[in-house]
């Protein structure tokens, strides 16, 4: 659960100060580094979370790995913890499939979907388990429920009727919380992702109690690039809004990446606005006449997910350019020789980013998360940097992208204020389950006429993998914030008129 500093947050936000540190440090000799953080992160000789210190190491060993882009070692070859790193010492670096990743020995090999009988079970007169159960799967034994495996469906029916909730139901949290239903088990009952599905959400990887799931990332090459000369400038997502603390405001959090070494920050609300503009033109020109609904286009998962699954309505997406893209656009052709990284919630725009069509707008993604371990790295003290220059380029609407229903919302409330005589219909729905189900509704039919939002996270961006804080507080902030901002709709974006220079080029 984000908002939760637990020991696996502690874990990760450590390996990627580290990371960060050995970045920033002038040191050279990186092969050697990286084989000597495993043991300052855990030092000495008795274990701290698992039955083995040199487990944990191995562990944190994988995860530097990835959190520096190089691939996962094979657990029946030898390999050395620094093996390719001089591949990844470099300012510029794509994501090699696969960007999620299971450390296999990290992986607690949990239960798949199981219904059971807990010591709870008092042996009651009216057993309304057995009665319910439409497999004749639960039986009384030795004056107690037992539920036969073999015959059970894990429908929940018994749940729902014991009146003593004696009966319960686990499952591998990673495959609960996949849309795709891409997380299986190998031989050994170990977690294992079908890549033809994964869509890259990331909310397994913030699901696994064990932090056995990681993905990739780009701290060290952001930092290197900084390192060698580059004018790297940071496009911050909507849902920053609070991420780094209640007391550090927009404006610290801009002067705290500049003390990062970043040489300007801009808000990717810019990209979100034009994102708005072009969605609602495309909507009044095609809906209803020449397809029967819309769906937008910003979250990439649920994109991905939509045109796997459901291919026919792939033209119905729009093909807007994202706010991530279009930020980035906007900044390049400002700063042709300037490296642009994407700062934001989101697993999933790490593999946008490494399309070829988009490389050229978006050097590097990094995550509130990542971030966060480059201002521990740095020694920042995010409470006493002081406030600024604020940011003042996104409008309310563009603002709200990072909230459910914030997508949607903003194209209704552009057509409607250009054309209030049409009747926008919206439908949004949150998580990639959800999100099927309403294109289920839409290939019935009962969709027609609507604009569709879909964001792979519950409750939108701000529940992005890469996030900080709890769900509803930050989404409390991120609309406090918007609601605050002079600018309502995205037509009074200062940037509008470049839309079409952007989307074309």
Same mark, same amino acid.
């Given at each position: 659960?984000r908002?939760?500093?637990?020991?696996?947050?502690?874990?990760?936000?450590k390996?990627?100060?580290?990371?960060?540190?050995?970045?920033?440090d &002038?040191?050279?000799?990186?092969?050697?580094?990286i084989?000597?953080?495993?043991?300052?992160?855990?030092?000495?000789?008795?274990?701290?979370?698992?039955?083995?210190?040199?487990?944990?190491?191995?562990?944190i060993?994988e995860?530097?790995r990835l959190?520096m882009?190089?691939p996962?070692r094979?657990?029946s070859?030898?390999?050395?913890l620094s093996?390719?790193?001089?591949?990844?010492?470099?300012?510029k670096?794509?994501?090699?499939?696969?960007?999620?990743?299971?450390v296999?020995?990290?992986?607690?090999?949990?239960?798949?979907?199981?219904v059971?009988?807990?010591n709870?079970?008092?042996?009651?007169?009216?057993?309304?388990?057995?009665?319910?159960?439409?497999?004749?799967?639960?039986?009384?034994v030795?004056g107690?429920?037992?539920?036969?495996?073999?015959?059970c469906?894990?429908?929940?029916?018994?749940?729902?009727?014991c009146p003593?909730?004696a009966?319960?139901?686990i499952?591998?949290?990673?495959?609960?919380?996949?849309?795709m239903d891409?997380?299986s088990?190998?031989?050994?009952?170990?977690?294992v $992702?079908d890549?033809?599905k994964c869509?890259?959400?990331g909310?397994?990887?913030?699901?696994?109690?064990?932090?056995a799931i990681?993905?990739?990332?780009?701290i060290?090459?952001?930092?290197?690039a900084?390192?060698?000369?580059?004018?790297?400038i940071?496009?911050i997502?909507?849902?920053f809004?609070?991420?780094?603390?209640?007391?550090?405001?927009p404006?610290?959090?801009?002067n705290?990446?500049?003390e990062?070494g970043?040489a300007?920050v801009v808000?990717?609300? $810019?990209g979100?606005?034009?994102?708005?503009i072009?969605?609602?033109e495309?909507f009044? &020109?095609?809906?209803?006449?020449k397809?029967?609904?819309?769906?937008?286009?910003?979250c990439?998962?649920?994109?991905?997910?939509a045109k796997?699954?459901?291919?026919?309505?792939?033209?119905?997406i729009?093909?807007?350019?994202?706010?991530?893209?279009?930020?980035g656009r906007m900044?390049k052709?400002?700063?042709?020789?300037?490296?642009?990284?994407?700062?934001?919630?989101?697993a999933?725009?790490?593999?946008e980013?490494?399309?070829?069509?988009?490389?050229?707008?978006?050097d590097?993604?990094?995550?509130?998360?990542?971030v966060?371990?480059?201002?521990?790295a740095?020694?920042i003290?995010?409470?006493?940097?002081?406030?600024?220059?604020?940011?003042?380029?996104?409008?309310?609407?563009?603002?709200?992208?990072?909230?459910?229903?914030?997508?949607?919302?903003a194209?209704?409330?552009?057509?409607?204020?250009?054309?209030?005589?049409?009747?926008?219909?919206i439908?949004n729905?949150?998580g990639?389950?959800?999100c099927?189900?309403?294109?289920m509704?839409?290939?019935?039919?009962?969709?027609?006429?609507?604009?569709l939002?879909g964001?792979?996270?519950?409750g939108?961006?701000v529940a992005?993998?890469?996030?900080?804080q709890?769900?509803?507080?930050s989404?409390?902030?991120v609309?406090?914030?918007?609601?605050?901002?002079e600018?309502?709709?995205?037509?009074e974006?200062?940037y509008s &008129?470049?839309?079409?220079?952007?989307?074309n080029?």
């Amino acid at each position: 659960m984000r908002g939760i500093y637990n020991s696996v947050t502690d874990i990760r936000r450590k390996v990627f100060a580290a990371i960060a540190k050995m970045a920033y440090d &002038d040191n050279t000799d990186y092969a050697k580094r990286i084989e000597e953080i495993p043991y300052e992160i855990l030092p000495g000789t008795k274990a701290k979370y698992r039955n083995s210190i040199f487990l944990e190491r191995a562990i944190i060993g994988e995860r530097l790995r990835l959190g520096m882009g190089l691939p996962v070692r094979e657990m029946s070859e030898y390999g050395a913890l620094s093996d390719g790193i001089e591949e990844s010492t470099i300012a510029k670096k794509y994501y090699d499939d696969p960007l999620i990743n299971i450390v296999k020995f990290a992986c607690n090999a949990c239960p798949e979907k199981k219904v059971f009988v807990t010591n709870a079970c008092q042996g009651c007169l009216s057993h309304q388990c057995t009665e319910v159960c439409p497999k004749d799967a639960i039986h009384i034994v030795d004056g107690k429920s037992f539920i036969d495996q073999e015959k059970c469906i894990k429908c929940g029916r018994c749940m729902d009727a014991c009146p003593y909730k004696a009966i319960t139901k686990i499952e591998r949290p990673c495959a609960a919380s996949c849309g795709m239903d891409a997380i299986s088990s190998d031989e050994d009952g170990k977690a294992v $992702i079908d890549y033809d599905k994964c869509v890259s959400c990331g909310q397994c990887l913030v699901n696994c109690p064990f932090g056995a799931i990681v993905d990739k990332g780009q701290i060290f090459q952001t930092i290197y690039a900084m390192k060698e000369g580059y004018k790297v400038i940071a496009a911050i997502a909507p849902a920053f809004v609070g991420q780094f603390g209640p007391t550090v405001t927009p404006d610290k959090v801009k002067n705290a990446l500049k003390e990062l070494g970043f040489a300007d920050v801009v808000e990717v609300a $810019i990209g979100a606005d034009l994102c708005t503009i072009e969605e609602a033109e495309d909507f009044l &020109d095609k809906v209803p006449e020449k397809q029967p609904f819309m769906a937008t286009s910003c979250c990439p998962a649920w994109s991905v997910m939509a045109k796997k699954q459901f291919p026919q309505f792939a033209s119905y997406i729009s093909m807007a350019l994202t706010p991530m893209v279009l930020t980035g656009r906007m900044i390049k052709k400002d700063n042709p020789d300037a490296k642009v990284v994407f700062i934001g919630p989101c697993a999933a725009k790490k593999l946008e980013a490494s399309r070829k069509s988009i490389r050229s707008d978006i050097d590097f993604v990094l995550t509130f998360e990542e971030v966060m371990g480059m201002f521990e790295a740095k020694g920042i003290d995010l409470s006493a940097v002081e406030g600024g220059e604020p940011l003042e380029e996104g409008t309310n609407s563009g603002r709200g992208f990072a909230v459910s229903g914030g997508v949607a919302k903003a194209v209704k409330d552009l057509i409607n204020k250009k054309h209030p005589e049409v009747d926008v219909k919206i439908q949004n729905a949150e998580g990639l389950k959800n999100c099927r189900t309403m294109l289920m509704m839409a290939k019935a039919g009962r969709l027609d006429g609507y604009l569709l939002e879909g964001m792979a996270c519950p409750g939108g961006c701000v529940a992005g993998a890469g996030t900080l804080q709890p769900i509803t507080k930050s989404s409390v902030l991120v609309k406090k914030y918007a609601n605050e901002n002079e600018k309502q709709t995205s037509d009074e974006s200062a940037y509008s &008129d470049r839309l079409h220079e952007l989307a074309n080029s």
